[in-house]
């Protein structure tokens, strides 16, 4: 049975869930997964689609936060961010990316600008993984008229964000152009050029993440969506497109992922529109499979299940 919680509903305390199968999370929908591991438990951060029943569009107005060590047993933490907390912001929590760095956890998010229009990315900060989080800069670190390559107004969304062997942090993100740059180590300001990737048919989605010695750029290609990924050597490239990691997930249009070892495993966290029969792509869940290696180090093609 569905239950919808609204926000103004939502617990401030720990809500414990036991997944039962995918999706994971069947009280509310969850959108644009990303997870991060720290200290034996994985972190699993959400958009939350609010839409009401039948409205075909996205209302999203704060982002969820899970927590497990065992990938079954989830905690629910109390709403660790909205929208507001970006004063320079208008709406749409759309989606994010929490990483670590000397103790502290930088939550870079996907926002609509209050005043330059279109989407940009900001940064929030806090001292724990579940927040609180408060705005780290006052002002966006990417906005739209920062990148010019298309003329949409949603290219700067989908952050995502990885800090190498040797301390160098990048963010890459974008819709239509794969863009990246580096992070100062204060994590919240450029240092240096944005830079663009091209990659076959990228939408958007962009996930960096590295696996014994390679770097690996997934992403959401053409529309519906399907799950692409790029392998390199470097993190500047040159990257070799590998193909499709993950089909059209059921019945949304957008795929999102998140990729993870956890224990000795490997996982794909993404989302689909399948927990109701009119879920669709406004009503999105989060679901987890594993996820296999080669010894080549390309990656498998996911199966989706329902378990
Ligand atoms: O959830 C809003 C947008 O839909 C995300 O930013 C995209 O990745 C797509 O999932």
């Known amino acids: 049975t569905f239950i919808a919680v609204s926000s103004a509903q939502a617990s401030q305390t720990d809500t414990i869930i036991h997944s039962t199968g995918n999706p994971i999370i069947r009280h509310k929908y969850t959108a644009d997964p990303a997870a991060m591991v720290f200290k034996n438990k994985v972190y699993l951060y959400t958009g939350h689609d609010e839409a009401p029943k039948n409205k075909n569009g996205y209302v999203m107005h704060e982002w969820l936060c899970f927590s497990s060590e065992n990938m079954l047993d989830w905690t629910e933490h109390p709403v660790p961010m909205n929208v507001s907390a970006f004063k320079w912001a208008k709406?749409?929590?759309?989606?994010?990316?929490?990483?670590e760095r000397n103790g502290k956890f930088y939550w870079y998010v996907a926002v609509e600008?209050?005043?330059i229009p279109g989407k940009a990315i900001g940064v929030a900060i806090s001292d724990s993984p579940i927040g609180p989080f408060k705005d780290a800069r006052g002002s966006a670190l990417i906005?739209?008229?920062?990148?010019?390559?298309?003329?949409i107004s949603w290219d700067d969304i989908d952050p995502s964000v990885i800090i190498d062997d040797d301390g160098q942090a990048y963010l890459f993100w974008g819709n239509t152009v794969c863009n990246y740059a580096k992070l100062k180590s204060n994590m919240t300001e450029l240092d240096g050029p944005i830079k663009t990737i091209d990659l076959p048919h990228?939408?958007?989605?962009?996930?960096?993440?590295?696996?014994?010695g390679w770097y690996y750029l997934s992403y959401a290609y053409e529309f519906p969506e399907k799950i692409a990924y790029a392998m390199s050597k470097n993190i500047n490239?040159?990257?070799?497109?590998?193909?499709?990691?993950?089909?059209?997930?059921?019945n949304s249009n957008t795929n999102h992922q998140a990729i993870i070892d956890f224990k000795g495993k490997s996982y794909f966290v993404y989302h689909n529109g399948a927990l109701t029969p009119d879920a669709g792509s406004f009503h999105r869940s989060v679901c987890i499979d594993y996820l296999y290696y080669n010894k080549d180090g390309s990656i498998k093609k996911v199966q989706m299940t329902s378990e």
């Not at 709406?91 to 990483?99: G, K």
């Not at 990228?202 to 014994?212: D, G, L």
């Open 91 to 99: 709406d749409d929590a759309w989606a994010s990316q929490v990483i």
């Open 113 to 115: 600008h209050g005043s």
């Open 143 to 151: 906005t739209n008229d920062m990148t010019t390559q298309t003329k």
């Open 202 to 212: 990228f939408t958007e989605a962009p996930w960096i993440h590295k696996h014994n």
């Open 237 to 250: 490239g040159p990257w070799e497109y590998k193909g499709i990691l993950n089909e059209i997930a059921g």
